[in-house]
């Protein structure tokens, strides 16, 4: 096995043993995706979705690693909508590479073949506060320099080329005095102004503590796994370990184990003594969303001819049910279902946007939070990559005036900000953030800070500068990465823009259609216990497919 948060040394064997050819197979994750070089690899599994169709390819290049072979890439679905999105990658990389493939018109009349021959780019960043005053420390700590040349040196790069004034001196008064909520305090005074007119960084400790603590990675704490005798597993994140109980079993680094504790900075656990199910370990990583590009060349690949790829013959009795009960999704209409659940006395909206679980997570969000505003309804949202799904005892909107109004732009931002609890969120966002602009440090010398006590540092520095400094950069950094890392604001913007225009199909259904299906099951997931879950789960399973023969 072979990922980030295995102990190095396990790391190092297994890459070794690839590049020697010695190991036959190797289970890992994205570990392994970059900057690597292992020839001897002939082969490379993809188990699940990739969710875009760049990634795919980078994986499939781990095979045949060398000038004149062929990559070679066999990939396994975990659930039959994954047969759809192996075969949209296949046509846009055949498409992005010149090969002729499969093009077909939809009900608009629009070629959609067009926009399946674009690979996802990577948009570069642009003005991350937190990282210019770590940048210019670094740079002082080094020599002195004069303020006029760090701007002219700093704004030839892509991310500030459009640095204002406002910002750069802000950046300066923040590393020199802390900024106006700070400057009381001598410990964020860390460089220092000189009679020649040049800023430098004269403190050991604060040297010391800045050379500990300089990065732009942040991720999730991690916490150390150990065994009861002290041997290191790996390292977990916190999101996940933090939901276990003493005497719960997990399967981590290929093996089923007991959770003892959780202790600081260290999760202790035993070999399991049953052999009970366990939860496997999970990663913040793995919960990805579909690509812009990979949403079309789906939608595309839904309405080709099924006989044209292996994946589709093999979907084509699920998707003949549910054209049977409602039709197939589309990205040049908007299709929604209303179903009403007798034994659940619910109504249930389900929107198949093909805009990904992030944008589609606002969407939810935010149509939930405007419906309850208008009506005083109670709303849930469950989404997925393919769309999103309203349920409530009460009657929802079902006629295209009351969607076209619920699709509006105006006011995006607020009511946002209102609906998703973003102060909490952008509080929880700000270590990160606190943690690049150095005013909170993880590594003390001998002393390592949990991501708890992190966290709490955070939060405080957070609570100061919006009560005395609500101007500070820094929050509207934080606030601006939620919306565009959790919600992908951009794309939600875009998606509400096509929505408007788009014509809508709504269509009252009698069952849940299989593109329904997984939407209500993650709502049922999320509000029952296990053993009545998986009950009621078999029931409706059962009722569908006996109503499918």
Not at 112 to 130: A, F, G
Not at 356 to 363: D, V
Not at 418 to 434: G, P, S, V
Request: with cysteine; hydrophobic share 40%; charged share 25%.
């Amino acid at each position: 096995m072979h990922h980030g948060s295995l102990d190095r040394e396990v790391r190092d064997k297994v890459e070794q043993g690839l590049r020697e050819g010695s190991l036959k197979c190797v289970v890992c994750t994205s570990s392994l995706d970059l900057g690597v070089d292992f020839s001897p690899v002939d082969l490379v599994i993809q188990v699940g979705s990739p969710k875009g169709i760049a990634r795919l390819m980078q994986r499939a290049g781990r095979s045949g690693h060398s000038p004149g072979a062929t990559s070679k890439l066999i990939c396994v679905p975990t659930n039959a909508l994954e047969l759809l999105e192996f075969a949209a990658a296949r046509d846009a990389i055949e498409s992005a590479r010149g090969v002729d493939a499969p093009s077909t018109n939809n009900k608009s009349g629009r070629d959609v073949h067009s926009t399946n021959s674009h690979i996802e780019s990577r948009p570069p960043l642009r003005k991350p506060l937190d990282l210019l005053v770590q940048h210019l420390v670094t740079l002082l700590i080094g020599e002195p320099a004069h303020p006029d040349e760090l701007r002219a040196e700093i704004e030839t790069t892509h991310a500030y080329r459009h640095l204002i004034d406002a910002e750069w001196e802000w950046a300066l008064g923040f590393i020199t005095h802390g900024g106006d909520a700070l400057k009381a305090y001598p410990g964020y005074q860390k460089a220092k102004l000189l009679e020649d007119g040049t800023l430098t960084v004269t403190d050991k400790r604060k040297i010391q503590l800045h050379r500990m603590s300089i990065g732009t990675i942040t991720s999730d704490q991690s916490i150390l796994v150990k065994m009861g005798n002290g041997k290191l597993l790996g390292t977990i994140e916190e999101g996940f370990i933090s939901r276990l109980k003493p005497g719960q079993q997990l399967i981590f680094a290929g093996r089923r184990l007991e959770f003892v504790r959780l202790r600081a900075h260290t999760a202790t656990v035993r070999p399991a003594s049953k052999n009970h199910k366990g939860q496997v370990a999970t990663w913040n990583g793995a919960k990805m969303s579909l690509s812009t590009e990979l949403t079309h060349a789906i939608a595309h690949r839904l309405h080709c001819d099924p006989a044209e790829s292996p994946e589709t013959q093999a979907l084509q009795p699920l998707l003949e049910i549910q054209k049977k009960w409602s039709q197939l999704p589309d990205d040049t209409e908007l299709l929604i279902e209303h179903t009403y659940l007798e034994k659940e006395r619910l109504h249930n909206l389900f929107a198949f946007t093909l805009a990904g679980r992030s944008a589609n997570e606002g969407l939810g969000a935010l149509l939930a939070w405007r419906i309850t505003r208008d009506t005083g309804a109670t709303v849930e949202a469950t989404q997925s990559d393919y769309g999103f799904s309203l349920s409530s005892p009460a009657e929802l909107p079902t006629s295209e005036d009351e969607w076209r109004e619920l699709f509006s732009t105006k006011n995006l931002v607020d009511d946002l900000l209102d609906c998703l609890n973003a102060t909490e969120l952008a509080r929880r966002q700000f270590r990160d953030i606190a943690r690049v602009a150095g005013l909170v440090v993880a590594n003390y010398p001998g002393q390592r800070k949990t991501g708890r006590e992190l966290q709490t540092s955070a939060s405080l520095l957070f609570d100061v500068f919006t009560n005395y400094d609500p101007h500070n950069l820094l929050l509207g950094q934080a606030q601006q990465e939620i919306l565009e890392k959790q919600l992908e604001l951009t794309r939600l913007q875009a998606v509400l823009l096509t929505l408007q225009t788009l014509p809508l199909t709504i269509i009252s259904t009698e069952r849940l259609t299989p593109f329904a299906f997984p939407l209500w099951a993650d709502r049922l997931q999320a509000n029952t216990t296990g053993k009545d879950y998986a009950t009621r789960l078999e029931a409706m399973l059962t009722s569908l497919e006996v109503s499918a023969k």
